[in-house]
């Protein structure tokens, strides 16, 4: 599975951001999806994950409320779609992919079989 991340950028506080990963070379029916941030001298954080095939999320406390992660089956794209922006948001953001073999939910970082690279989310005070 290939996955390509896009639409960061720079926003003021308050605003919002809709991120893009669009996944190919595979079927997404067992997987789940996820994304994830990392702030310069910091650990890459979980963010939200969804099933690919029922729509299940979950969200990490910190954006719960103001980040939402949805996918379109058809464009085979997961989309994180960020509001209420603040400048602690500042960070780079990666989507990910797990194939769906695990059985914890949502699956730990080093369960995720595929990376995109990154894009860059910068949120001006």
């Known amino acids: 599975v290939q996955l390509q991340a896009f639409g960061g950028g720079l926003v003021q506080a308050g605003g919002s951001l809709r991120l893009s990963c669009a996944a190919s070379?595979?079927?997404?029916?067992?997987?789940?999806m996820g994304w994830f941030r990392q702030a310069p001298g910091k650990e890459r954080e979980f963010l939200a994950a969804i099933r690919w095939s029922g729509g299940s999320t979950y969200y990490a406390d910190s954006v719960k409320g103001r980040f939402t992660i949805s996918r379109d089956k058809s464009k085979n794209t997961v989309y994180l779609q960020m509001n209420s922006l603040k400048p602690e948001d500042t960070a780079d953001y990666y989507c990910?992919?797990?194939?769906?073999?695990?059985?914890?939910?949502?699956?730990?970082?080093?369960?995720?079989?595929?990376w995109g690279q990154g894009t860059q989310v910068t949120v001006s005070s």
């Open positions: 990910a992919a797990e194939r769906g073999w695990g059985s914890r939910w949502p699956p730990r970082e080093e369960e995720y079989d595929y």
């Open positions: 070379g595979r079927t997404l029916s067992t997987y789940t």
